[in-house]
């Protein structure tokens, strides 16, 4: 298991709505950078300017009151979709999902909601994961 630690926010986030109607909902309107420690070993991930986000994506089914799409998971969402549509060779989806995870208890999401949400994704992420990043030849 990959062990996530040391998470520090560089940037702030700063979200636009999408007025175009391109299904994103937000465009990150300023680059977010964020740094921590995967194993011990330092990473900064830069999620770009002008990136399209649909925030936090909650599966069909799921009350609306267990989960909010804005609230203190926001960067947390924001960055684990951006791990999951452009760094899917460097970030395994385990892993993605642990940072994911580490972000939201660095940021003091409640334990409940943050189970909740770590727990969805991995439940559900694997559709997201395979829509964004269609097997290799070697995979196939």
Same mark, same amino acid.
């Given at each position: 298991?990959?062990?996530?630690?040391?998470?520090?926010?560089?940037?702030?986030?700063?979200?636009?709505?999408?007025?175009?109607?391109?299904?994103?909902?937000?465009?990150?309107?300023?680059?977010?950078?964020?740094?921590?420690?995967?194993?011990?070993?330092?990473?900064?991930?830069?999620?770009?300017?002008?990136?399209? *986000?649909?925030?936090?994506?909650? @599966? &069909?089914? +799921?009350?609306?009151? =267990?989960?909010?799409?804005?609230?203190? /998971?926001?960067?947390?969402?924001?960055?684990?979709?951006?791990?999951?549509? *452009?760094?899917?060779?460097?970030? @395994? &989806?385990? +892993?993605?999902?642990? =940072?994911?995870?580490?972000?939201?208890? /660095?940021?003091?999401?409640?334990?409940?909601?943050?189970?909740?949400?770590?727990?969805?994704?991995?439940?559900?992420?694997?559709?997201?994961?395979?829509?964004?990043?269609?097997?290799?030849?070697?995979?196939?």
């Amino acid at each position: 298991m990959t062990l996530i630690t040391d998470y520090r926010q560089i940037t702030a986030l700063y979200l636009r709505r999408d007025i175009n109607g391109h299904g994103s909902l937000f465009i990150v309107d300023q680059p977010l950078v964020v740094t921590f420690k995967m194993d011990g070993i330092g990473c900064r991930l830069d999620v770009r300017h002008d990136w399209p *986000t649909d925030l936090a994506s909650i @599966p &069909r089914g +799921v009350p609306r009151w =267990i989960v909010e799409k804005v609230g203190p /998971h926001v960067e947390a969402a924001v960055v684990h979709d951006f791990l999951y549509r *452009t760094h899917f060779n460097i970030y @395994p &989806r385990p +892993v993605s999902d642990a =940072i994911f995870r580490a972000i939201m208890t /660095h940021d003091k999401v409640d334990a409940f909601d943050r189970e909740v949400m770590y727990r969805a994704v991995r439940i559900f992420g694997q559709s997201s994961w395979d829509a964004f990043n269609p097997p290799t030849k070697e995979q196939t």
